[in-house]
Structure formats: structure tokens, C-alpha cells
């Protein structure tokens, strides 16, 4: 896409240059400019770190460390070439290197990253503003890494790799950064060209879509049974149960409290548990509401809130349900 001039001359087109004529190099402008504007190419985001390397092999860098609203890290990778240079296998390493770790880390590597820039800030303090959380929630941290690809063009190879890549669940964006000579002045025009702005919902809908397949698929081929409470229950009255019991014998907490004990993430799609009101809306029309909703498993939180759990359940989200329930010193035994 072209970039015009509108002057009292008419229209002309403004010439499209490269980073490397004008000596724009990667490390020393490209990524401390846009460390400082990262919602250029990553909105709602907050850099932690620059060109992070808190493990064994010191070649191996992270251009920038970041952390979405939603506390997933976020891994960006820039590159002033027109191909990429493969910076998308480079990022997915980086992602499962920080994919573990913990909120304590995430404050140290962060008040590292504040000190050496002299920016006088408490990291924690920081964090904890950014994210809008009272207390730290560890069970909410990093459940997602998030990949950003930021170059002045890709590869056929690259976006093909992406494109497959985001088919299977990666949160993976490229952004284009095209430079061009107007007066004597580098500008830069910013496009998200993967996935297209106006196909995310679509793309999340299919994720969703392929999670619940997949849970289906593996729910068929599990027959595991475990026992709780002298009960012996499938996957998903295993989860109805737990979370029953917990509620139970929490009678004093708010549907958000239990939201924060049993966070999406432990389900994937659907959620653990939603309100009544919420799966009768999304759900309206179709005979499966993908959740428990007859009367008698309607749960009831302490301010009122009518709730029902997800029946969405197979082997491979089963174990963090199993893993909670475990930790609450709750006897569950496979059967």
C-alpha cells in the first residue's frame, strides 16, 4: 500500500525507503524507540525487559519482554530485513523459555530492567497498577505467552509458518513496519497484517472451536473414572462435584471469589465456571448449553449469584481440576 501527499501541487506519492539506507539498525533505534511506544505494535502492553537473557546461553535474547492486562508475557522479536529471518522459531523457543515462570521472577527481572534505565519505580508497586490486581493472583500469571513479530516485511516461509502456527492455538501477530522519505524525514507506516484485524474474532472462534473438539476427542478415548466423596464420577461430574463441595464449605464467598479460585484458564474454552444468566444468553437457542444446568446442579454463591460448571472436560484440562482439588487436601483417587 502507497503512501500520498496532498499539497496544493496535487497528489504525489511518497517514495518508500529501507531502514538500512537511512542506518536505522535494529537493536539501537528500532527496539528503543518502540520500547517506550509499545503500543505502536502491542497495545495494552507493558515492557519488563529488554533484550532478556536470564538463561544459560547468552546469545539467545529476547529483543522485548512485555506483559499484557491480562498477565500473559508477552515475547517481541524486530527485524529490519524484508524476509523475517525465520524470527518466528526464534520467538517460539523464547516463548516456552519463559512460559514457567513465576510472578516473584517476573517482579525481580522487571526491577532489573527499572534500575538500569534509572526510571526510580517500584516494579511490584508498578505491576500490581498495570494489571488493576489488590493482591498478587500467581494462579492468573503467565497462563498465555504471546508472540509479536515486528519486521519490514515477511517471507512467504514465515507467514505460512504463522498462519499454521495460529491454526493450532499459538497467539502469534506479525506487524509490518514500512519506512518512507518525505522531506527529508524517515516516516513509518504500521500495519498488522497477520491476522488481519478484521479476522480475529473469526480466528478466535475457530481456536474455541478446535479446543472443545479436541477435549471431545480425548474425552472419548479416556475412560478414567475417579472417586470423590464415596462417589465414582466421569470427568465432568468429577469437576461439578469439587466445585460443589468447595462452595459448600466457602459459604462466605462471592462469585468472583470463586472465579479466582477457579480460573478459565484450568478449562480452556469455556471456562470452569460461568452464571446462569451468562450460559442462558450465549447459549440461547441451542440444545447443548455445555454445562450443567439442570436444577439440582444450579450452585448459588454467597452474594446470590446463580452459577452452573462447564461439562467440557477431557484428558488433557482433567489434571488441573484433580491437581486443585489435591491441594485442598480433597481425597480424589483414579479409578
Known amino acids: 500500500m502507497a503512501i500520498y501527499n496532498i499539497s496544493t501541487d496535487g497528489i504525489t506519492k511518497v517514495p518508500q525507503t529501507n531502514f538500512q539506507t537511512n542506518g536505522i539498525l535494529e537493536r539501537h533505534h528500532l527496539q528503543k524507540f518502540l520500547r517506550d511506544k509499545i ?15 536470564d538463561w544459560d546461553d547468552s546469545r539467545k535474547r529476547i529483543d522485548l519482554l512485555g506483559i499484557d492486562k491480562e498477565a500473559n508475557l508477552v515475547v517481541i522479536e524486530l527485524k529490519r530485513t524484508d524476509t523475517g529471518d525465520h524470527m518466528e522459531l526464534q520467538a517460539l523457543r523464547y516463548a516456552s523459555m519463559v512460559s514457567t515462570m513465576s510472578f516473584e521472577k517476573c517482579i525481580s527481572i522487571y526491577q532489573n530492567y527499572i534500575d538500569n534505565r534509572g526510571l526510580n519505580k517500584d516494579a511490584k508497586e508498578d505491576l500490581m497498577n498495570f494489571l488493576d490486581w489488590d493482591t498478587p493472583l500467581e494462579e492468573d500469571f503467565a497462563s498465555n505467552v504471546k508472540i509479536v513479530l515486528a519486521s519490514a516485511d ?16 499459538i497467539d502469534i501477530t506479525c506487524i509490518k513496519l514500512s519506512p518512507y522519505n518525505f522531506n527529508g524525514e524517515v516516516l513509518l507506516d504500521i500495519n498488522q497484517i497477520i491476522p488481519l484485524p478484521e479476522a480475529e474474532s473469526y480466528l478466535i472462534k475457530i481456536k474455541e472451536k478446535n479446543t472443545e473438539r479436541q477435549i471431545a476427542i480425548e474425552s472419548t478415548r479416556d475412560k478414567t473414572k475417579y472417586l470423590f466423596n464415596d462417589k465414582l464420577l466421569g470427568k465432568g461430574r468429577l469437576v461439578f462435584e469439587v466445585v460443589k463441595h468447595y462452595t ?10 470463586l472465579q479466582n479460585k477457579f480460573p478459565s484458564n484450568l478449562q480452556g474454552s469455556t ?12 447459549y440461547s437457542g441451542s440444545k447443548k448449553k455445555r ?5 439440582d446442579d444450579i450452585l448459588i454463591s454467597a452474594d446470590g449469584i446463580k452459577f452452573v460448571v462447564s461439562t467440557e472436560w477431557g484428558i488433557g484440562n482433567i489434571n488441573n481440576i484433580v491437581e486443585l482439588a489435591r491441594n485442598e487436601n480433597y481425597n480424589v483417587q483414579e479409578k
Open 39 to 53: 503500543e505502536i505494535i502491542s497495545e495494552n502492553t507493558l515492557i519488563i525487559s529488554e533484550e532478556f537473557a
Open 154 to 169: 515477511f517471507s512467504k516461509e514465515l507467514t505460512t509458518s504463522v498462519m499454521w502456527l495460529i491454526s493450532k492455538g
Open 248 to 257: 459448600k464449605t466457602n459459604k462466605h464467598l462471592t462469585f468472583e471469589d
Open 271 to 282: 471456562g470452569v465456571i460461568n452464571t446462569l444468566d451468562f450460559v442462558n444468553q450465549k
Open 291 to 295: 454445562h450443567f444446568v439442570d436444577n
